[in-house]
């Protein structure tokens, strides 16, 4: 038989039983090539079984990046929902980190609107006012953001029932409780009325007026 494999010639190894590149026995014995054949099988399997896990990972690393882009797409915004959707109509006003308090003006009601002076907003920039009379009146309040937005809300922080505020920089601040908000979108600070900052309610301008609809006002209810 010699030291080549008399099917495939490739050379064989010392007292070889078959050959290792085409499996054919070498001695006779046919269990030699079931061997070979086993051998191979084990090794194609192993590396089938491999490509099997990868493609596995592969699936699973797909399937979690897709479920966290939609997670992230899908996330509530956070900041309040009005004070979002209101359009920049002034200037950016800035407030120092001296406290500053809200200073009173008198509101009208004209064709179910409530309306502030314009140029007043601009000139104080946080005010505070009362939509009805002084017994059961529902105190409101108005400033201008550094994003240059106007903010209405009504002027209460209704667990510990205060109704006066001020700013420090980028912050409003209840002047009873100390509970802190951003100043740009009401988000909670600190304080333990933070789930409750004044409750905003949208407004248009039109000229010189601030305008609020009054049955806004009238429907309005504590949150607790």
Same mark, same amino acid.
């Given at each position: 038989m010699g030291n080549f494999c008399p099917e495939c010639g490739k050379p064989l190894q010392g007292n070889a039983n078959f050959c290792t590149g085409c499996g054919t026995s070498i001695t006779g014995r046919a269990p030699a090539k079931v061997e070979w054949q086993d051998k191979r099988q084990k090794v194609l399997g192993g590396q089938q079984g491999n490509r099997k896990g990868w493609a596995r990972?592969?699936?699973?690393?797909?399937?979690?990046?897709?479920?966290?882009?939609?997670?992230?797409?899908n996330l509530p915004e956070s900041g309040n929902p009005v004070?979002?959707?209101?359009?920049?109509?002034?200037?950016?006003?800035?407030?120092?980190?001296?406290?500053?308090?809200?200073?009173k003006v008198s509101a009208k009601v004209d064709n179910g609107k409530i309306i502030i002076p314009l140029d007043i907003l601009k000139a104080k920039k946080f005010i505070?006012?009362?939509?009805?009379?002084?017994? #059961?009146?529902?105190?409101?309040?108005?400033?201008?953001s550094s994003e240059g937005k106007i903010v209405t809300a009504v002027s209460m922080c209704e667990p510990c029932n205060s109704t006066d505020f001020h700013i420090k920089g980028d912050k409003l601040i209840c002047n #009873?409780?100390?509970?802190?908000?951003?100043?740009?979108?009401?988000?909670?600070? #600190?304080?333990?009325c933070g789930r409750y900052p004044p409750d905003a309610v949208p407004n248009t301008v039109a000229g010189n007026e601030i305008r609020i609809d009054e049955q806004i006002a009238a429907r309005w209810q504590r949150r607790i």
């Open positions: 990972t592969l699936l699973w690393v797909a399937g979690i990046a897709f479920l966290g882009g939609w997670l992230y797409m004070i979002k959707t209101s359009p920049v109509v002034v200037g950016a006003a800035f407030y120092s980190q001296t406290a500053q308090q809200m200073e505070k006012f009362l939509h009805g009379d002084a017994a #059961s009146g529902l105190p409101m309040l108005a400033y201008i #009873s409780c100390g509970s802190t908000w951003e100043l740009n979108t009401l988000t909670a600070v #600190s304080g333990s």
